[in-house]
């Protein structure tokens, strides 16, 4: 969604990964809130009002709203819900309503006590054709892949190969156009943390870097294209993507996932 907003990799302190901790435990919330919401005939736009009550509720404000990302146009929503060809970016309507058999991801990034908490899951809509359970459910183990990998000495590489590593036998691909990133005080930060890449390279993580991952997986043509409203980024083919994002700190013996919700996948 962004551009780098600070010169070196996010590397917070023991007392802003408490201010993380609170504002991912807020972020999984809403989206367990959102899961018990999404079935057919809801709107994207009543998803988008339940995010803003539920964040202003909270003390919290919404770091998407008028967010432009370095670029013209201020995203106009408090969340992010891209439906079936939707790869990121999708803006909610009160006139787009949610059919049986739909994906839908939605991403959340409520900001409390200036911590930005960031994370989206992608939810099963009714009834859905297997392959689209089954890209939902490949994407997921996607994200589980990269995060076993997260540990002091290992590299942003790593993360990409373990995700693609998961990824190429199911046939699927993977979104080149979109990274994880660094979060903190800041939105959009280093590092960029590419879902497909080369064990051993890039930059090496130590203790206190935090960022995102979030693989975005396709059926079809890794490919993207953006629509005219700025934001939109559908598939070039037009074939399902799934999202599933968490945001995490590097810790001396592994990590620590910060936005951890009840349901996981969005399956009742």
């Known amino acids: 969604m962004a551009k780098t907003r600070s010169r070196g990799p996010v590397t ?11 504002a991912g435990a807020l972020a ?24 803003d009550r539920l964040t202003r509720e909270a ?13 013209d146009t201020p ?32 991403d959340v990034t409520p900001v409390l006590d200036g911590y930005y908490g960031d994370t989206s899951r992608t939810f099963l ?25 997260v540990r002091p000495g290992a590299t942003v590489g790593d ?32 590092p960029s943390i590419a879902h497909y890449g080369k064990a051993g390279t890039g930059e090496v993580l130590a203790p206190g870097m935090t960022f995102t991952i979030e693989p975005m997986i396709n059926v079809g043509d890794w490919r993207c294209r953006m629509l005219d409203d700025g934001w939109t980024a559908i598939t ?10 968490h945001t995490l700190t590097v810790t001396e013996s592994g990590c620590e996932i910060h936005t951890v919700g009840k349901d996981r996948i969005g399956v009742p």
């Open 28 to 51: 999984a919330r809403i989206l367990d809130e959102v899961a018990g919401m999404v079935k057919p005939g809801v709107s994207t736009g009543a998803i988008n009002d339940l995010v």
């Open 59 to 71: 003390g919290a404000t919404s770091g998407p709203y008028r967010y432009t990302g370095g670029g």
């Open 236 to 245: 070039a083919d037009r074939q399902l993507s799934a999202q599933f994002e």
């Open 159 to 190: 993360i990409g190969a373990a995700i693609q590593a998961f990824i190429e036998p199911t046939g699927f691909s993977i979104v080149r156009q979109f990274a994880g990133h660094g979060i903190g005080r800041v939105f959009h930060g280093p």
């Open 12 to 22: 917070l302190t023991p007392r802003e990964v408490e201010g993380m901790r609170k």
């Open 125 to 149: 809509v009714g009834r859905v054709a297997p392959e689209a359970r089954r890209l939902v459910e490949a994407t997921e183990g996607a994200l589980k892949a990269g995060i076993r990998v």
């Open 75 to 106: 995203f106009p929503k408090h969340c992010c819900t891209s439906v079936n060809e939707v790869v990121c970016h999708g803006i909610p309507s009160e006139k787009h309503l949610l059919r049986d058999g739909d994906i839908v991801n939605v």
